[in-house]
């Protein structure tokens, strides 16, 4: 279902605390390209609705010419350009940014990006130039499509502000007076099926004036969230496919666009096709990522051409190129040469914070495919895949939030996605499946609680990371509202709806839980949202809630045992390891069933061979309720197993990056984020580099490294946000040395029993020993 709203108001849209000069026109308008033509369109793939009128919105380039008379002390801008905008000064891009502004709830608000171009205005004469692609705000009803609709036509709201040697300034706006505005060399945009360039039209630019597209959303600043190119990886080897059109290969399943250099006439054409997998006969595919989705350049002819896409991106490892050959290549049509090919990997720009390495090559390279898999779902939201879909799903914005933050720094993007949470929200107070909700699916994908609550335990993660209270203070209303509107769902206390354990590995095909009863996973997310609501009640000084919280959450958790607990088994359900580790972890179980059920959990795994059945919502606590038992011995078995479906069987099967499926299966994504639970455990587990229960923005950390012998040693490090922490162990012959440092900020308990470390460390290094009791 599409849940495009197109917004009608005609009031100017202003953005507080930019200075304003003095007599002169100060607030900018919201110009556009005027459209040709309207079809309207029903809603596609399973989605409900009215269908969306759709206007066939041709790409604007818009230009302003200014004349500079005196020394610039300072120039900045403020610009929003939707669906995307790139912004160039004088012939060149401004910045290195990628689909900015990164998309929103379109309908509530917008994104603007700031610019220094005080070295990039010169005396005289300038030329500013913004062209847009479509992207969320505008999907197009062509090629492939997840969801189709439009918030309205492509259109600038632009602030340039001038400051002279001379104390003077100078304020420049977009208005339909003193711009200009023709349709840009880009043919085609979409975020869905890619992007059509004619270079031809660089040069054959019809000027016309703009007209006015008045919006009313509110515009608020692009901080830390931008997208870049963050890595280039050039094609390693091309190929011959069984039709004789050449496939690059850059050997890397990545989120991304390409970079080509060509050669030929004016008027030729190469096209691009991007794409995960080869079928078997040697073909690119995209039966399963999205088609067609392909990149399309007419050459203007002469010399050597450079071209990339600008707004669009897709997941692929392999290039199929038809209507040129690579350099070097037979050429007997005389099609355009291509001396270059480079894939080009888009992703946020959060920094790197995080470092790890083991003893065991394996666990090394599950280390790496997760990574790239997170890398590529990181863009203005989390992602579940780069290509067909590229959207916001929010069980994984938690599920595997330590597993990124231990990587990454993403407390700007955090806070970016909580804001799309909240627009996202219903007025019943139902948090939808995916933020932002630009589509809603039918059958349990539009509400389920184990999605929705991303909302209640993603702020709470991130405070006690970062230590910034405003990340929960910010949104505790409209939380509330949320744990009111599951309230409104229970029956007994129980909730028992939505998708479960997605994903999880069962007789039947993928997709629903099969192993475990919605109503365990549904009601123990449940009671840990209240839980966690006690200590934000706490936090922002609501003592009541915090009190009505407490006993909600024993009502829940009594409920629940009642309803699900079988004593003579001492097991959850029907005894799917998600059934036990749930409740193990969040605390449901009473104290003296704990043995039984964490039993319970481990005989399912031994029986099975040490072979994983829990899904997209029950592994990372089937991780984490072995790790707190001391039993990281079992998750090496699981994890260190290729011959059954999992980590080491993903990449035994040629993965590159992380899979939607457990097996590896060629019919679903090949780059997926959702199941990289394993990577908390690397850090926090493997190398024992965490906080204390107790603390808040890493002041109290500890180090208690889970010794697996077989791996020998391992080590990692993270910048926190008190700065660098380290630690390394390494066991040779029975004794274990772990060393590292803590930083300036922080304090830390090392606590490695089993082999008779028990100490406490202020900042700065330390080395500490041991052997096996």
């Given at each position: 279902?599409?849940?495009?709203?197109?917004?009608?108001?005609?009031?100017?849209?202003?953005?507080?605390?930019?200075?304003?000069?003095?007599?002169?026109?100060?607030?900018?308008?919201?110009?556009?390209?005027?459209?040709?033509?309207?079809?309207?369109?029903?809603?596609?793939?399973?989605?409900?609705?009215?269908?969306?009128?759709?206007?066939?919105?041709?790409?604007?380039?818009?230009?302003?010419?200014?004349?500079?008379?005196?020394?610039?002390?300072?120039?900045?801008?403020?610009?929003?350009?939707?669906?995307?905008?790139?912004?160039?000064?004088?012939?060149?891009?401004?910045?290195?940014?990628?689909?900015?502004?990164?998309?929103?709830?379109?309908?509530?608000?917008?994104?603007?990006?700031?610019?220094?171009?005080?070295?990039?205005?010169?005396?005289?004469?300038?030329?500013?130039?913004?062209?847009?692609?479509?992207?969320?705000?505008?999907?197009?009803?062509?090629?492939?499509?997840?969801?189709?609709?439009?918030?309205?036509?492509?259109?600038?709201?632009?602030?340039?502000?001038?400051?002279?040697?001379?104390?003077?300034?100078?304020?420049?706006?977009?208005?339909?007076?003193?711009?200009?505005?023709?349709?840009?060399?880009?043919?085609?945009?979409?975020?869905?099926?890619?992007?059509?360039?004619?270079?031809?039209?660089?040069?054959?630019?019809?000027?016309?004036?703009?007209?006015?597209?008045?919006?009313?959303?509110?515009?608020?600043?692009?901080?830390?969230?931008?997208?870049?190119?963050?890595?280039?990886?050039?094609?390693?080897?091309?190929?011959?496919?069984?039709?004789?059109?050449?496939?690059?290969?850059?050997?890397?399943?990545?989120?991304?666009?390409?970079?080509?250099?060509?050669?030929?006439?004016?008027?030729?054409?190469?096209?691009?096709?991007?794409?995960?997998?080869?079928?078997?006969?040697?073909?690119?595919?995209?039966?399963?990522?999205?088609?067609?989705?392909?990149?399309?350049?007419?050459?203007?002819?002469?010399?050597?051409?450079?071209?990339?896409?600008?707004?669009t991106y897709y997941g692929q490892r392999y290039i199929m190129v038809a209507g040129a050959v690579p350099a070097g290549e037979d050429n007997p049509q005389g099609l355009p040469v291509i001396s270059e090919l480079t894939g080009l990997h888009t992703c946020t720009a959060s920094p790197e914070v995080g470092r790890f390495e083991c003893g065991d090559t394996l666990f090394n390279q599950i280390h790496k495919l997760i990574d790239w898999?997170?890398?590529?779902?990181?863009?203005?939201?989390?992602?579940?895949?780069?290509?067909?879909?590229?959207?916001?799903?929010?069980?994984?914005?938690?599920?595997?939030?330590?597993?990124?933050?231990?990587?990454?720094?993403?407390?700007?993007?955090?806070?970016?996605?909580?804001?799309?949470?909240?627009?996202?929200q219903w007025e019943n107070g139902c948090i939808p499946t995916i933020a932002p909700m630009y589509v809603m699916f039918e059958g349990g994908f539009e509400d389920t609680p184990e999605w929705g609550s991303a909302f209640i335990i993603c702020p709470w993660y991130a405070y006690k990371w970062y230590g910034d209270e405003s990340l929960v203070t910010e949104h505790y209303p409209a939380m509330k509202r949320y744990i009111d509107y599951?309230?409104?769902?229970?029956?007994?206390?129980?909730?028992?709806?939505?998708?479960?354990?997605?994903?999880?590995?069962?007789?039947?095909?993928?997709?629903?839980?099969?192993?475990?009863?919605?109503?365990?996973?549904?009601?123990?997310?449940?009671?840990?949202?209240?839980?966690?609501?006690?200590?934000?009640?706490?936090?922002?000084?609501?003592?009541?809630?915090?009190?009505?919280?407490?006993?909600?959450?024993?009502?829940?958790?009594?409920?629940?045992?009642?309803?699900?607990?079988?004593?003579?088994?001492?097991?959850?359900?029907?005894?799917?390891?998600?059934?036990?580790?749930?409740?193990?972890?969040?605390?449901?179980?009473?104290?003296?069933?704990?043995?039984?059920?964490?039993?319970?959990?481990?005989?399912?795994?031994?029986?099975?061979?040490?072979?994983?059945?829990?899904?997209?919502?029950?592994?990372?606590?089937?991780?984490?309720?072995?790790?707190?038992?001391?039993?990281?011995?079992?998750?090496?078995?699981?994890?260190?197993?290729?011959?059954?479906?999992?980590?080491?069987?993903?990449?035994?099967?040629?993965?590159?990056?992380?899979?939607?499926?457990?097996?590896?299966?060629?019919?679903?994504?090949?780059?997926?984020?959702?199941?990289?639970?394993?990577?908390?455990?690397?850090?926090?587990?493997?190398?024992?580099?965490?906080?204390?229960?107790?603390s808040i923005g890493w002041k109290h950390i500890k180090i208690a490294p889970c010794i697996i012998p077989e791996i020998e040693h391992a080590e990692a490090s993270l910048e926190t946000p008190q700065g660098l922490a380290s630690v390394s162990w390494k066991l040779r012959n029975g004794k274990l040395i772990i060393k590292g440092r803590i930083p300036a900020g922080s304090d830390a308990c090392i606590s490695v029993p089993e082999y008779?470390?028990?100490?406490?460390?202020?900042?700065?290094?330390?080395?500490?020993?041991?052997?096996?009791?």
């Open positions: 279902m599409l849940n495009f709203r197109k917004t009608a108001a005609c009031l100017a849209c202003m953005v507080a605390g930019l200075t304003m000069a003095k007599a002169q026109q100060t607030e900018p308008q919201w110009i556009a390209l005027e459209p040709v033509d309207t079809v309207v369109v029903p809603h596609l793939h399973g989605g409900v609705g009215l269908p969306r009128k759709i206007c066939m919105y041709r790409m604007p380039q818009f230009r302003r010419d200014i004349t500079i008379d005196r020394k610039v002390r300072k120039a900045s801008a403020q610009v929003c350009g939707l669906g995307h905008f790139e912004l160039m000064v004088n012939g060149s891009k401004v910045g290195d940014h990628f689909l900015d502004p990164g998309w929103t709830c379109y309908d509530k608000e917008a994104l603007y990006v700031d610019f220094d171009l005080t070295k990039l205005l010169r005396k005289g004469e300038n030329q500013i130039d913004v062209m847009l692609g479509n992207g969320f705000f505008n999907v197009p009803n062509e090629r492939y499509i997840k969801v189709s609709g439009s918030y309205g036509q492509p259109k600038l709201w632009m602030r340039l502000e001038i400051e002279y040697s001379n104390g003077e300034t100078e304020c420049i706006v977009s208005d339909c007076e003193n711009w200009k505005v023709s349709e840009s060399p880009i043919t085609f945009s979409s975020i869905y099926g890619g992007e059509s360039y004619d270079a031809r039209r660089e040069s054959q630019l019809e000027w016309q004036t703009p007209v006015e597209a008045p919006e009313n959303i509110r515009l608020i600043p692009q901080n830390g969230t931008e997208l870049i190119v963050r890595e280039e990886i050039p094609a390693k080897r091309h190929m011959l496919d069984p039709d004789g059109r050449w496939i690059f290969d850059p050997g890397q399943n990545a989120s991304g666009i390409v970079r080509i250099t060509v050669k030929g006439e004016s008027g030729q054409e190469v096209q691009m096709w991007p794409a995960e997998l080869l079928d078997k006969e040697g073909h690119i595919t995209q039966a399963h990522s999205g088609s067609p989705y392909h990149w399309d350049y007419t050459l203007k002819g002469g010399e050597a051409e450079t071209w990339q896409p600008r707004f898999a997170i890398r590529s779902n990181s863009a203005s939201v989390f992602t579940d895949c780069p290509h067909r879909e590229k959207l916001g799903w929010m069980e994984q914005d938690y599920l595997m939030q330590y597993s990124i933050q231990y990587r990454y720094n993403v407390k700007d993007l955090y806070a970016k996605i909580f804001n799309d949470m909240e627009a996202s599951l309230g409104t769902r229970a029956d007994n206390h129980i909730i028992a709806y939505g998708l479960g354990d997605w994903f999880d590995i069962g007789p039947g095909p993928l997709g629903n839980s099969q192993l475990t009863s919605n109503g365990v996973s549904a009601t123990c997310i449940y009671y840990y949202d209240v839980k966690l609501m006690v200590s934000m009640a706490r936090l922002t000084g609501n003592e009541d809630d915090a009190v009505a919280y407490e006993n909600l959450a024993e009502e829940i958790r009594q409920s629940f045992n009642e309803k699900y607990y079988n004593d003579e088994k001492g097991c959850y359900d029907r005894g799917s390891q998600t059934a036990q580790a749930m409740p193990l972890y969040f605390g449901m179980v009473d104290e003296s069933e704990r043995g039984k059920v964490l039993q319970s959990l481990i005989d399912d795994i031994e029986g099975r061979g040490y072979a994983l059945t829990a899904g997209d919502i029950g592994y990372r606590f089937v991780l984490q309720a072995l790790q707190e038992a001391g039993r990281s011995d079992v998750i090496y078995k699981m994890n260190s197993n290729t011959d059954v479906p999992g980590y080491g069987w993903q990449l035994k099967h040629g993965a590159t990056a992380l899979t939607e499926s457990w097996q590896a299966y060629e019919s679903v994504s090949n780059n997926h984020l959702m199941l990289g639970h394993l990577m908390e455990w690397l850090y926090a587990g493997l190398c024992g580099i965490r906080q204390s229960e107790e008779g470390i028990e100490a406490s460390v202020g900042k700065g290094r330390f080395r500490v020993k041991g052997r096996r009791k």
